[in-house]
């Protein structure tokens, strides 16, 4: 597994554009999956160690933020050494944490296993290095709607996980489930050797061109951050990470305190994953076509509005489960977009590193949106309140992404001549 000679700008030089989509949406699909699942087994757990919702919140709050903070260190390293290493290592540690978790019983303990080795693991083989060698692999007009497939392929591993596994904890048990789903996650590592190379070629060849030498990592950082697009991007994106993780926690519970069958949760998870199946390749194929800043205003909108016509509608089985559908349409459709605006506005040479601080404000987000819901709820007794900040977040996202500028600044170094 050698990155470091294989990196290059040539697109589909060593494989075909569909085996590439199908590594990085495979990936994304049990990495993702599992992730999205754990919310089923929170009710077990505090049940098995008596800590509390409100601890176990805590795990998986952390968890979200750790996700967050892994990715623009992987994302840098990826860029520079090969997408191939992280993924591997990445890959192990999510099968690993997940592998723990039913034999941890402290706080300390989920927060290593579900927190640090699972969610980091996750943050390795996430959404950041996986776009990023799907737009280095990938020619530049089918970039759009290979996003979106990848994204798609997270839904979809959503929609496939949750049905296992409840009918998982129904044959095994809630901790061998687990385990189970630990081993499954192995199932990504022929991943690695489609998607192994790095970007530093791409970075030469686009500074060589523009009689530039090439941004350092502290360079691209900096001019990024600098540039108001991107902060407005990084900030809409913020909420979409506390909606994400709100209902990805504690949509099991929302639930049973809606009065309905436990395994209503189960099928309206599968339904998030799913509609967003959906909801992706429609946003990766409509990326290119319409301004992006306004596809993810409306999906912003489209969330608040669903919410609040849940708040108002009855709780029954059926308006559950189209709740979920709509959520499902607009759950991770966000990313195309959004990975779509730092592609445009920055290139492919650091997309990665800066596709990961993005990725790190969303899970900012999460982390409060996981928290919160089981902070809210042990202490009220309810979740309406994360619903009305829920709504609030939204109608703020779908505001803060109009002025975005879609323009790609000019991000230079400083010549050795200059």
Known sequence: MNDKTTAGPAPVARYAVWLVLLAAAGTFALTMGVRQTMGLFLSSLNTATGLGIGSISLAFAFGQLWWGLTQPFAGAVADRIGTGRVIFIGVLLVALGTFLTPLMTTTGGLIFAIGVLAAGG??????????????????AHKRGLA???????????????????????ATVGWASALQWLAIL??????????????????AAQSAAASGTRPLTARQAIG??????????LSLGFLVCGFHVAFLATHLPGVVAACGLPPEIGGWALGMIGLFNIVGSLAMGWAVGRWRMKSLLALLYAVRGLA????????????????FAAVMGITFLSTVPPTAGLVAKMFGPANMAMLFGIVMLAHQVGGFLGAFLGGYVFQATGSYDIVWYIDIALAAGA????????EARPVLVAKTAAA
Not at 186 to 197: D, E, H, Q, S
């Open 185 to 202: 996650i192995l199932l990504a590592l022929p991943a690695v050797w489609v998607l192994k190379g790095n970007s530093k070629q791409l």
């Open 307 to 322: 919410v609040l016509a849940f708040l108002l509608a009855p709780k029954t089985p059926a308006v559950m489960l189209v």
């Open 223 to 232: 001019q990024a951050l600098a540039t108001p697009s991107y902060r407005y």
């Open 398 to 405: 779908a505001l803060v992404n109009l002025p975005i500028r």
């Open 122 to 139: 996750a943050g390795m083989a996430g959404p950041s290095v996986l776009m990023a060698a799907t737009t280095r692999l990938v020619p």
């Open 147 to 169: 996003t979106g497939v990848v994204n798609a392929g997270g839904s979809f591993g959503q929609f496939a996980m949750a049905p296992i596994a409840i009918g998982l904890m």
